[in-house]
Protein backbone atom coordinates (compact mmCIF):
# COMPACT_ATOMS: atom_id res chain seq x y z
CA UNK A 1 0.00 0.00 0.00
CA UNK A 2 1.78 3.17 -1.12
CA UNK A 3 0.53 6.35 0.34
CA UNK A 4 3.04 8.86 -1.41
CA UNK A 5 1.38 11.91 -2.75
CA UNK A 6 2.27 15.40 -3.11
CA UNK A 7 -0.34 16.67 -0.48
CA UNK A 8 0.69 17.65 3.00
CA UNK A 9 0.85 15.13 5.63
CA UNK A 10 -2.95 13.79 6.72
CA UNK A 11 -2.20 14.35 10.17
CA UNK A 12 -0.01 18.22 10.24
CA UNK A 13 -3.19 20.07 10.97
CA UNK A 14 -3.46 18.32 14.41
CA UNK A 15 -0.57 20.55 15.67
CA UNK A 16 1.29 17.56 17.01
CA UNK A 17 1.67 14.64 15.65
CA UNK A 18 3.19 11.52 16.22
CA UNK A 19 6.64 10.86 14.32
CA UNK A 20 9.42 7.80 14.14
CA UNK A 21 12.19 7.67 13.22
CA UNK A 22 13.30 4.97 10.84
CA UNK A 23 17.05 4.03 12.31
CA UNK A 24 17.49 1.18 10.12
CA UNK A 25 16.55 -1.61 7.41
CA UNK A 26 13.12 -1.26 7.35
CA UNK A 27 11.23 -3.03 4.35
CA UNK A 28 7.85 -2.39 2.72
CA UNK A 29 5.36 -4.25 -0.45
CA UNK A 30 4.38 -1.62 -2.83
CA UNK A 31 2.32 -2.55 -5.91
CA UNK A 32 5.28 -4.49 -7.47
CA UNK A 33 7.93 -5.56 -5.14
CA UNK A 34 9.41 -4.75 -1.65
CA UNK A 35 10.98 -1.56 -1.02
CA UNK A 36 13.96 -0.32 1.74
CA UNK A 37 12.24 2.34 3.38
CA UNK A 38 14.73 5.08 3.52
CA UNK A 39 16.34 6.14 7.26
CA UNK A 40 14.82 9.59 8.89
CA UNK A 41 12.05 10.68 10.31
CA UNK A 42 8.04 10.44 9.39
CA UNK A 43 4.84 11.46 10.46
CA UNK A 44 3.00 8.34 10.91
CA UNK A 45 -0.34 8.17 11.79
CA UNK A 46 -2.58 4.27 12.80
CA UNK A 47 -6.03 3.67 10.74
CA UNK A 48 -7.15 0.56 9.99
CA UNK A 49 -4.75 -1.68 11.52
CA UNK A 50 -2.17 -0.13 9.59
CA UNK A 51 0.62 2.40 10.27
CA UNK A 52 0.99 5.40 7.48
CA UNK A 53 4.44 6.78 7.12
CA UNK A 54 5.04 10.28 5.79
CA UNK A 55 8.08 12.38 4.85
CA UNK A 56 7.96 16.12 4.56
CA UNK A 57 10.69 16.22 2.89
CA UNK A 58 10.42 13.97 -0.06
CA UNK A 59 6.90 13.24 -0.01
CA UNK A 60 7.34 9.98 0.16
CA UNK A 61 4.62 7.77 2.08
CA UNK A 62 4.48 3.85 2.83
CA UNK A 63 2.38 1.44 5.03
CA UNK A 64 3.35 -1.49 7.72
CA UNK A 65 0.76 -3.50 9.44
CA UNK A 66 -0.11 -2.62 13.13
CA UNK A 67 2.35 -6.00 13.90
CA UNK A 68 5.21 -5.56 11.50
CA UNK A 69 5.14 -1.82 12.90
CA UNK A 70 5.58 -2.79 16.72
CA UNK A 71 8.28 -5.62 15.48
CA UNK A 72 10.19 -2.77 14.44
CA UNK A 73 9.62 -0.98 17.29
CA UNK A 74 10.81 -3.77 19.75
CA UNK A 75 13.93 -4.87 17.79
CA UNK A 76 14.97 -1.02 17.66
CA UNK A 77 14.82 -0.45 13.71
CA UNK A 78 11.87 2.38 14.57
CA UNK A 79 11.91 5.39 17.80
CA UNK A 80 8.57 7.05 18.31
CA UNK A 81 9.02 10.48 19.15
CA UNK A 82 6.76 13.89 19.58
CA UNK A 83 7.23 16.96 18.40
CA UNK A 84 5.84 20.22 17.84
CA UNK A 85 4.49 20.88 13.76
CA UNK A 86 6.38 23.53 12.55
CA UNK A 87 4.23 26.52 10.65
Request: net charge negative; glycine share 6%.
Amino acid sequence: MSLASNAPSPIAALGVVARAVIKDAVYYADETDFRRAPCGEYDIEHRNGRVGFYNRASHDGFALSLDVFLQHIHEGRISLVERPVAA
